[in-house]
Every structure is written in C-alpha cells, then in structure tokens.
C-alpha cells in the first residue's frame, strides 16, 4: 500500500457537502516539532451551582490541572433565605417553622435544639414525656438522614442500585414522622415548651416495625456499598481529614469521628434526657480498609450511628412514660435579659444556637451554626491535588445540606 | 394559661463558677492584665471579654495552655449594640468566639452536674461601631476564615491581617450589612422591588 495513489474523487451530490480533506502534513515539518514540549495550562472550571453531586446549589471554581485540582474556591450563599434575620424579627415562637427549612432532611434535630435555647433562655421546664418524645423523634429522623445519605453517596460516585434500597426504608421513616406532625420533610412539631402531638400506641408499633426494617436491611446495604470492591476502590484513602486538620477547621459529626476524634456531643455534652441513654460512640478505627479519615470511614461512621440510633429509639420507646406533653407557656413569651448558647448533635455535625434576649418578645440577636458550613469549609484545604472524580467522592461523603450553609 | 408572663428568675447568685472560664479568666488576667476588660464567671453565659488589639494574644494562650486546649473555634459572631440615644456616642459591635476544646475530656461528674459540659469558653470583644476593626484570629484558628466573612457580610466587622474580607452569602454589590439595627431595606436590587416585612 503506497500513500502516493491518488484519492478518487468523491462525485458531488447536490445538497451534501463533501467532507473536508485532512491537510498534507510535509514530513520534514513534523520532524520540527519532535523534542518540543506541548502548551499546557490550568483551565478553570465550574462545577455547579447545578451540579448532581453538589446535594443543593454549590458553586466550586476550580482550577484544574489536567484531571488533578489544583486549588478550588466554593462560593455559596445562593440558598441564603435570611434566617437569622428573620430570626430577630420574628417573636421567638414564630421563628420555628424556619428552623425546619435550614437543614430539611434533619428538621426535628434543628427545632429541637431551636427550642432547648428559647426554653433555657426562658426557664421552661420540659415535662418528661415531651423529651422522651423528641428523642425518639430526633432518633427516627437520624435514621431516615443516615440511611439517605449513605444511598445518595453511592448515587455521587456512580451506584444508583444502593440509592433506591435506601430510599425504600426512608421513605417508612418519614411516613412516620408524616403521621405525627402531617407534613413529609418540614414538621413543625417540636415546639417551645414541649411537642405537639403525641405518640399513639399504633404509632409506637409503627415505629417498631420501622426499626426492624431498618435493621433487617442494613447487612444488604452493606453488600451493595461498603463491602463492594468497586466502592471501596473509589473511597479508600481518599480525600483524607486528619483529626488535627478537622478540629482546627471544625468539622463536626460523623465527619469528625470519621478523622478519629472521639465526640458526641448526645454523651460527652449531654442535653435532654440523652445522658439516660448510654449508646456507643461509633470513631474510626484503624482496622478497617483505607486510611483513617477518607471517605470510606465518613461512610462507615454513618452506617454505625444508624445502629446506634435504632437501638436508642427502641429503649426510649420501652421507658416511655405518661403524662403531659406540653409545659404550661404564658401567653406572651417575653424571656429575661441574658444570653445562651446551646449545641446539639445533628446528623450532619454540631448545630449551635446564640440566642441573646434583651428581655422582649423579639430576639436581639439570633446566631445559628450550621454544622454543614464548617464542614464544607475544609474542603479548600483537603482538595487540592486530588482528581475531578475523587472531589465529587469527598464532597459527597460530607453530606452537606446547602439549605444549612446558606441559611 | 397562667398570666402574668412568667419572667422565670435568672440564676441565683450563689450558682456555682464556670470552671473554664475561671480558669481561662485567672490564665489570661496574669499574661494580659489589664487588658481583660470583663469576666462573667456565673450564669448561663460566662465569658471574659478582652481588649480588641488583645485577641490574638487571648486566642494564641488559651489555644497552647494545655489546661485549656481550646483548638476549635466553633463560632464567630456579630451583635449589633448601637447607642440608645446619640449622646451616647456611635454605640459598639460585639464579636463572640465560641471555643470548643477536644483535646479534654469532659469528667463524670461533669457530665452527671448541671453544667453537662467543661470543654467549652466564649471570649468576647467590642469596638466601636464607627471603626469596627478587630484583629482576625485566623492564624490561630484556620476555621475563623468563614466565620469572620460571614460577620464582615452581615455586620460590616472589618477583620484586619487576614485575606481580603469578601462577602459570603450576600452577592457582591448587596448595600451595606442587613444585621445592623439601623440597617434599611434598599427599594430595589437590579429591578427587583423589595418590600420590607412591615409592608407586606
């Protein structure tokens, strides 16, 4: 075969075009170009504010060398609803049903804590059914958050199987809370004072079987995700937080026990009635596959709260005991001058209240942390020199909620 | 319903010191002097408040005491005390930093106490409101970063010796800082009129 045989001429057609012929490239000139390097440059990207796997409207500017980051810069603040500032203009009560909307996939953990601020801000005393009631709630919740976000971790980073087991137990776990407060994700149930509505004993079976299903369930997760070789390919070591890079960025949650510290704040700061419920604190071991601190541990940690988190709602459901569900509440609530700030533990990491009353009816000051926002905070620190695909892994195995970051 | 509005008593005067920040207080006292302007040992809120050209020195001691160990900041936050009448002068801004300490442990009896929890201090600052610099405590606590835009965003905190203070959650060319008491709903953003919640 010799390149010297002319090229038969395509015979025009009318209306089509004939494709174009590739320029003779002269031998000699090519022989020029050997030795000399190609122009490279970093090319900066955008990765959302639509992005399936920013869980939300996250924008990350990064730049990127090849396949490898280089440095990145998250913007947010496109779900900022105002929170704080509807806070303060808003007599206390009133400001709840927000609460719900900052991180809604976890809205009973943020009123409840909402509400441990006012009440201690106030002096209200909590009657002891309406805690067992919001534990078991906030639990219940924990789970159906958990369980969701370990199916749409495996949805970031290409398994969409694991996604819909998950989605099938959840969606029992917020029917659940559906049949207590009326609503799928935003419940407004936990109030100042106490709870809405009250646990009936078909609900309490209900709740049971919910509990064995998940628990039925989880070995299946397990074998679709954690011991999937192809998930573990793609989580071991990778994007790795040390527990000092995690404390001194505050990371929080499963995020942070992921990285080796051991912190709950449900023990080792207890509020409601969680010191009468002694759980295990699931923190990363360094036995398992990968690195401590990577992904596959964030996931791992996730798997074990929900665990944890059963069992805790199944002797809280035994205890429970009669009585009142809401504390008597002057009809205006005007708490007296001073200041609080409470933590509790959400799903995603620590949520914090600063509340500071200047004794009116209105909040002087309404400050709310959201675990999410310091947890996506780290990520400038910990992306560079990983790959594209690997940064969508990371931000994934944060579970960040951006309804939470913005606020 | 039971009427009046219960204005339940604030804690006793007896209530027992935050341990902390007793020992935060006593600590910083002996490094800055007089430069610890205020400390609240009792109640539900103790804190010790410091000079503002003294928080990086606060910060950096109660950070390297390994009796205090605070190595997170938890939260940085703006609260707007304007002046009461204009005699008072242009009134101040408040910056609260919320330390967590994961390095101790909190003991049992702790835990089984009323308090819950030992591993947490709040230093306060206050400048005033006509020249509202305070030193960023960024190089102390790289998770301030966040934190101190969020307060420049919404307070107009202006943080010195860190990088450029950019907004966070507000855009760009969004008008002055919403928390500040005096603050004014503009009339319109790019054409879009904003009506303030006393109008709607």
């Known amino acids: ?407 | 319903m039971s009427e009046p509005a219960a204005t339940p008593s604030a804690p006793a005067p007896a209530a027992p010191a935050d341990p902390v920040t007793a020992l935060a207080a006593r600590k910083l006292r002996a490094a800055l002097g007089a430069a610890v302007l205020e400390v609240v040992e009792t109640g539900r809120h103790p804190y010790v408040r410091v000079a503002p050209g003294a928080i990086v020195a606060a910060a950096t001691l109660v950070r390297d005491d390994p009796e205090l160990a605070m190595d997170c900041c938890h939260l940085v936050t703006g609260v707007d005390w304007p002046a009461k009448t204009p005699a008072d002068g242009p009134g101040e801004l408040e910056v609260v930093y919320h330390l967590v300490s994961y390095a101790r442990r909190p003991a049992a009896e702790v835990l089984r106490s009323k308090v819950k929890s030992d591993n947490f201090l709040a230093l306060k600052v206050r400048v005033p409101r006509d020249k509202p610099e305070v030193p960023s405590v960024m190089g102390v606590w790289v998770g301030a970063d966040w934190h101190e835009r969020e307060t420049w965003d919404l307070l107009g905190v202006r943080f010195t010796g860190r990088p450029p203070l950019r907004r966070i959650l507000l855009p760009e060319d969004w008008p002055g800082h919403p928390l500040r008491k005096d603050w004014e709903y503009p009339v319109e953003y790019h054409g879009i009129p904003i009506i303030p919640p006393e109008g709607r």
Not at chain 1, 326 to 333: D, I, N, Q, R, S
Request: some cysteine; glycine content about 10%.
């Open chain 1, 1 to 407: 075969m010799s390149g010297s045989e002319p090229v038969p001429a395509v015979p025009a057609v009318p209306g089509v075009v004939a494709p174009a012929t590739p320029p003779v490239v002269d031998a000699s000139e090519l022989s020029s170009l050997v030795g000399q390097s190609l122009r490279t440059e970093e090319l900066v990207v955008n990765m959302g504010p639509q992005h399936p796997s920013t869980h939300g409207v996250l924008r990350v500017v990064i730049k990127t060398d090849g396949e490898v980051v280089t440095a990145l810069q998250p913007h947010i603040g496109n779900l900022h609803r105002c929170a704080e500032k509807i806070g303060e203009s808003l007599p206390y009560y009133q400001w709840l049903p927000y609460v719900d909307r900052m991180d809604y996939l976890a809205a009973i953990n943020n009123e409840h804590g909402a509400c441990l601020a006012i009440e201690r801000l106030g002096g209200i005393v909590v009657p002891e059914r309406a805690e067992y009631v919001r534990l078991i709630l906030a639990e219940v919740q924990r789970v159906a958050s958990h369980i969701f976000a370990m199916g749409v971790y495996g949805l970031d980073i290409g398994a969409i199987t694991p996604f819909l087991h998950t989605f099938r137990e959840r969606e029992r776990g917020l029917d659940l809370l559906d049949h207590i407060a009326g609503g799928r994700l935003l419940y407004h149930v936990v109030r100042i004072g106490g709870v809405k509505r009250d646990l009936s004993p078909e609900w309490i079976d209900e709740c049971h079987a919910f509990l064995d299903a998940v628990e039925r369930r989880l070995p299946e997760y397990n074998a679709l995700l954690l011991d999937n070789h192809i998930f573990q390919e793609r989580t071991c070591g990778i994007g790795v937080i040390t527990g000092k890079q995690a404390v001194a960025w505050g990371v929080t949650g499963p995020a942070l026990r992921a990285s080796g510290v051991d912190w709950d704040c449900r023990r080792d700061a207890p509020y409601g009635i969680y010191d009468r419920f002694p759980f295990e604190v699931p923190v990363a071991p360094s036995g398992l596959a990968g690195t401590v601190g990577d992904c596959f541990h964030r996931h791992w940690v996730r798997f074990k709260e929900v665990e944890q988190s059963i069992s805790i709602v199944r002797r809280a459901l035994r205890a429970l005991p009669p009585g009142e569900i809401m504390a008597k509440l002057p009809k205006t609530f005007k708490p007296p001058k001073g200041e609080v700030f409470v933590r509790v533990e959400n799903p995603r990491g620590e949520l914090a209240y600063y509340a500071v009353s200047e004794g009116a009816e209105k909040p002087w000051r309404m400050r709310c942390r959201g675990p999410s926002f310091s947890n996506i905070a780290v990520v400038t620190e910990i992306a560079p020199g990983t790959l594209i695909a690997d940064l969508v892994a990371l931000m994934g195995s944060l579970d960040i909620v951006l309804g939470e970051v913005d606020r």
